[in-house]
């Protein structure tokens, strides 16, 4: 059986400090193994970009590629950047690990098991299967994090520890049979492709990691970002029981 080809996508947001520390502990095992790493910048107004650039030179990585996004597309929208590229360069499995390091890329390894295995169409790492509060997520994303998931496996009849983790991994034969350029632009991005998913019947597993929370600034409104996952399971549960259209789920069914 061929080895899979793999990239690496890594979404960045002034994370001119955290990138290259990214990019650095990525194991060499891996960087060797992968076709390509690609860095998305998402319109950042520091020098994630330049750094990018500078890494790949100074490094001599010549597989690291770094796009930018000329305007701010948000968090989904460089998503969907990112995966149509993937599938239209052919490759089998596209992973996603933040730019800022809150995710540890020495666990790319272990996110890979499941899909190389074919037992899982989509792999993430769960901060909440492990020991979030020791890693220093703050006990309000706890708590937050901990209400929605258990909101959104009420209504979707699941059981995951968590919906919400950025450390994912994806076999792009999966994410060719879903229409994610129809989900949210904004970070609920996140939550439309496990409901995605889960209408086309697609295996999602997920896999115990440790947290990180450091020094890193982050961007997303919680409050903002809550209202807005409520609001898409809710969407999702009328379309669920016909009492609305919804495009990005009823293409779900024509795709």
């Known amino acids: ?15 001119a400090y955290t990138l290259p520390v990214v990019l650095d502990r990525i194991p060499n095992e891996i960087k060797d193994r992968v076709k390509q790493i690609f860095v998305i910048d998402n ?68 996110l890979l ?4 295995r074919n037992e899982a169409d989509m792999v993430f790492g769960s901060r909440i299967a492990g020991l979030p509060l020791k890693g220093g997520m703050p006990l309000y994303k706890f708590l937050g994090n901990k209400f929605l998931t ?3 496996n009420y209504m979707l009849g699941m059981n995951l520890t968590e919906f919400h983790s950025g450390f994912r991994a994806f076999r792009c034969a999966a994410l060719a049979q879903v229409p994610f350029s129809l989900c949210s632009d ?3 991005f996140d939550t439309d492709i496990i409901l995605q998913f889960k209408i086309k019947k697609l295996r999602i597993q997920e896999m115990p990691i440790p947290t990180y929370y450091g020094k890193e600034k982050s961007y997303v409104n919680v409050i903002g970002y809550g209202l ?18 919804v495009d990005k789920f009823d293409a779900c069914r024509r795709k």
Not at 82 to 95: C, E, K, L, S, W
Not at 113 to 116: A, T
Request: glycine share 8%.
């Open 150 to 152: 258990m909101v959104q």
């Open 43 to 110: 319109a950042s107004p520091d020098n994630t970009y330049l750094i990018g650039i500078g890494y790949r030179e100074t490094k001599g990585l010549d597989k690291l590629e770094v796009f930018r996004n000329e305007t701010n597309k948000g968090y989904g929208g460089s998503q969907k950047r990112a995966y149509r590229y993937a599938i239209d360069n052919g490759f089998d499995i596209v992973i996603m690990l933040h730019g800022d390091a809150q995710y540890a890329p020495e666990k790319i390894p272990y």
């Open 228 to 245: 807005n996952v409520l609001k898409s399971m809710f969407t999702y549960w009328l379309w669920d029981k016909g009492l609305l259209r």
């Open 1 to 15: 059986m061929p080895e899979s080809e793999i990239a690496i996508f890594i979404p960045a947001y002034n994370a």
């Open 186 to 188: 904004d970070y609920h």
């Open 113 to 116: 098991e499941p899909l190389e």
